[in-house]
Structure formats: structure tokens, C-alpha cells
């Protein structure tokens, strides 16, 4: 899809929306919320203008887009027509000879903060991997369309190559999610982990999951040490799961969380916000 199908896409669908809400909703009251001119805002849905990045990014804010929409609208405005605009939204992608690990940005993740991205990326992984949406989609249990565009997504990303006669490759063999500040797409991923365990808690057989918990009582001051022990779990399991050729995909999800409320003497002061770690 070109910047300029992605915009009219965009419109169309909240227009929809509105309108959906208020049937007397009309182009010009639409136009009035863009903070466009009524023939302007019909031209564009028509395609008939074109619009310029700088108007995408007024749109993005006008809608109140949230950072995942936002970042996929203007992930199709290029500055420079041979390259999308990695660099000016993500900052400068690893060399060739650097391509182990990628670090994933805030914006980044917000595009594919959606766990069949990350699914995708393991999928391909497994030797003799489905390679058409379809059957990606059937071995993941989502829809055909939700694979293709998390698939154009990927690749749009530089962090998936290949194609469904060649197969499916990651460009990086690891990808590391931020952790520095709080961010919404993150505790929307999160919530998505929720869902996604109660599903095989009720689904899967005990001999395909793994479910265990541990209480405590601790020290709040300890938590950093306890994050570092739970990180290293999660890399020692990443190290395991390459010693032999995977035929399944797994999400391993950490949940370590206060039960008991704060009082005023073990109540600590704020500090500066962390970001969650998906």
C-alpha cells in the first residue's frame, strides 16, 4: 500500500466510524474535525490530492491516533523516495556486520507491538516453515489478513526478508524490546500475554504448558535483583531452545506483582518511570 492509499484508507475508516455513531455525521463536520477546508478533505478521500508527510502528521494528531496507528501511517511517507524513513523515525538501523541483536525503539515496537509479529518472526525459524499467509494463519490460529500485514509490516521494518517461494528469513536473530520508559503500546502487549495464557490454560494439555507460581514476602528494594535473575531465565531458556530445530512456537511470560497494598512507611518515593519489558 502507497502513502497516499494508506491516508484515504485511514479517513474512510474513522469517517466510517463517526458516521457509524451519527448517521447525520457529514464530510464537512469531518472536515471541520481534520481542520481542513470541506473540498480539500473531499479531494483527498477521492485521491485526488495528494498528501505531504507534514499533513500526515497533522491528521495523526488531529485523529488522536494512538502511537501504534501513528507510526504505521507515517512509516509510509518516505523523505527520500529510494528509502522509507527508518533513519528520521526509528534512528539508524545496525550495520550488516552488526545484525545479531536489534534494539527495538519506542516507535518501533508500536508497529508491531501486536504478538503475531513476533510470532511471524519465530514461525520462520522452524526448518521447512508455512510460507503463505494461509497457512501461517492456520498454524498460529488468526486470519489470512492478519498474517499478510504483519508480514508487510516486517518486511517494511527490515526485519523480515524473503518470500513465500524462497521461504521466510529474520533479518536479526534476536530482538530486544525498550525498557525505559512507560509506554502504551507495551502494557497493551502485556495485556495481550494475559489473554493469550488464560487461552492455553483452558486449551492446552499440562504436558504442552508449563503454569507454576512462587509468593513471597520481599523487600521492594530487592525487585531490581529479582528482575535481573527473571532476565537471565529468559536468555538461558532463548539459549535452550537453539540447541535443537524448534517445531513449535512458545511465549514464555513473567508475572511478579505486589499483593499487598503499600502502607505510608513502606511506601517509597517516586521514581523516574520505567518502561515495561514485553
Known amino acids: 500500500m502507497n ?14 466510524e463517526l458516521q457509524a455513531r451519527n448517521p447525520a455525521f457529514s464530510v464537512r463536520a469531518f472536515a471541520a474535525r481534520l481542520k481542513l477546508q470541506p473540498s480539500a478533505t473531499n479531494e483527498i478521500l477521492k485521491g485526488q490530492r495528494r498528501v505531504s508527510r507534514k499533513l500526515a502528521e497533522r491528521l495523526a494528531t488531529t485523529l488522536h491516533l494512538d502511537p501504534s496507528e501513528r507510526a504505521e501511517l507515517l512509516g509510509h511517507f518516505p523523505s527520500d523516495r529510494k528509502r522509507k524513513t527508518l533513519n528520521q523515525m526509528f534512528g539508524t538501523l545496525p550495520s550488516s556486520e552488526d545484525r545479531e ?17 513476533f510470532a511471524v518472526l519465530n514461525l520462520v525459524k522452524i526448518p521447512d516453515h508455512p510460507r503463505t499467509p494461509l497457512q501461517m494463519a492456520e498454524r498460529l490460529g488468526v486470519s489470512e489478513t492478519k498474517i499478510q500485514g504483519a508480514i508487510e509490516r516486517l518486511v517494511r521494518l527490515d526485519l523480515l526478508s524473503g518470500d513465500e517461494n524462497s521461504g521466510w528469513k529474520r533479518t536479526y536473530s534476536r530482538i530486544n524490546t525498550p525498557d525505559d520508559v512507560l ?7 502485556h495485556l495481550t500475554d494475559m489473554e ?8 492446552d494439555p499440562i504436558d504442552r504448558r508449563d503454569f507454576s507460581s512462587l509468593m513471597v514476602a520481599i523487600d521492594p528494594e530487592l525487585l531490581p535483583r529479582a528482575k535481573e535473575i527473571l532476565r537471565r531465565a529468559q536468555d538461558d531458556i532463548a539459549a535452550l531452545a537453539a540447541e535443537k ?4 512456537v512458545y511465549r514464555l511470560t513473567n508475572y511478579f506483582f505486589p499483593l499487598s497494598l503499600p502502607t505510608a512507611k513502606s511506601e517509597s518515593p517516586p521514581k523516574p518511570l520505567k518502561k515495561e519489558y514485553p
Open 101 to 117: 541483536t536489534l534494539r527495538l525503539t519506542s516507535d518501533q515496537f508500536s508497529v508491531i507491538s501486536d504478538w503475531v509479529h
Open 245 to 248: 530445530p524448534a517445531t513449535e
Open 3 to 16: 502513502d497516499q492509499a494508506a491516508v484515504q484508507k485511514l479517513l474512510r475508516r474513522k469517517l466510517n
Open 196 to 203: 493469550l495464557a488464560r487461552e492455553s490454560l483452558l486449551r
Open 183 to 189: 509506554d502504551l503500546s507495551v502494557q497493551k502487549s
